[in-house]
């Protein structure tokens, strides 16, 4: 089984989330922009370069909001390839500098877009958006993210709190 550790940011500003637009092949969905830690990297300097990576934006990472753990069953993995992955993802607060957005060329994400809250549920979103929204204590009553697991993958596991 393979593991992936990843770091992302929960960044939301007069009633809008930040989102991206992760596709890879046939699969895609808006989620939180943040990705894979590079060897050696800590998880706030992660967030920070992911962003800026998939929005064009500086990031400035809060507080960590918590630690998801899931394991997925990957679709079109080369033959002879374990399908399951075993994802750490890390969460934090974060707030971007004002600036206009750009999309990332080459990347697993196509797009970066503000999407106010109550419009979320009609996304097609990864897992990580309604676990982050969680995660922020951002409430029902501004219509939080309903989302399935991550296109084509099915997961378990659960999420995890940090202790205080």
Known sequence: MDL???AYAVVERRGKILLTHWRRGHLHGWTLPGGGLEAGEDPRDAVVREVFEETGLEARVGKLLGVDSRVMVREE??????PELHTIRIV?????KDGPLQHEVDGSSDEARW???REIRSLRTLSLVQTGIRMAGITARRSPAKSGGKAGARQTGKST????
């Open 161 to 164: 709190k940090p202790r205080k």
């Open 4 to 6: 992936r550790v990843a």
């Open 115 to 117: 999407v106010a809250i």
């Open 77 to 82: 993995v080369p033959e002879g390839t374990d």
């Open 92 to 96: 934090y607060r974060a707030s971007v």
